[in-house]
């Protein structure tokens, strides 16, 4: 007798989780519908323009992470259009390298006639005859040298170096007039 209300059981049983699933999905469902549209902590969330701009940094500070810079000079430096002291020094010493200069001219009372030719940073001596950067030595005089390129003759006279420009000059005394050569 005990099987025969087992199936009524059983259906009861189905009928009231039915029901309370129902009453549960409907109060849930209710919940829902009354949550306002505007939120009580909307002064607090971000706008969209700030959250962008947020977006944008943080794109930019993981490209900056992979980035290898190859500059030599300082990127964020901020005065590169005014020369520093250092650039100006190269700039000199590179225009005094460029130079072809007679630095000396040796006239002994026997012997070779000798002149000192600076040019790129190095000195070298030379006589009569010689040949430098493809022109060939015909005379060697008190302070002067003669030379023949590409059948014209020129002369090269001792020249003393160009003055340092005022800002990387850095010596503290006042210069005599002796030349520098």
Do not use: C
């Amino acid at each position: 007798m005990e099987n025969k209300y087992l199936k009524d059981f059983v259906i009861v049983v189905a009928v009231l989780m039915l029901l309370a699933f129902g009453l549960k999905i409907y109060y849930t469902y209710q919940q829902v519908n009354t949550i306002p549209q505007e939120s009580k902590y909307k002064k607090l969330a971000l706008s969209e323009k700030l959250l962008k701009q947020i977006q944008d940094i943080e794109a930019s500070i993981k490209d900056r992470k992979s980035f290898i810079f190859s500059v030599e000079k300082d990127p964020l430096e901020q005065n590169l259009i005014v020369k520093t002291i250092k650039d100006l020094e190269k700039q000199w010493r590179e225009e005094v390298g460029k130079m072809i200069r007679l630095e000396s001219t040796i006239i002994p009372e026997s012997g070779d006639r000798l002149a000192s030719i600076a040019h790129n940073g190095e000195s070298n001596t030379y006589k009569i005859g010689d040949e430098f950067m493809g022109r060939k030595i015909v005379s060697i005089g008190s302070g002067e040298l003669g030379y023949t390129y590409r059948g014209t003759n020129g002369t090269l006279t001792v020249t003393e170096l160009p003055p340092k420009p005022e800002a990387i000059d850095n010596s503290n005394k006042k210069r005599s007039n002796i030349p520098n050569w």
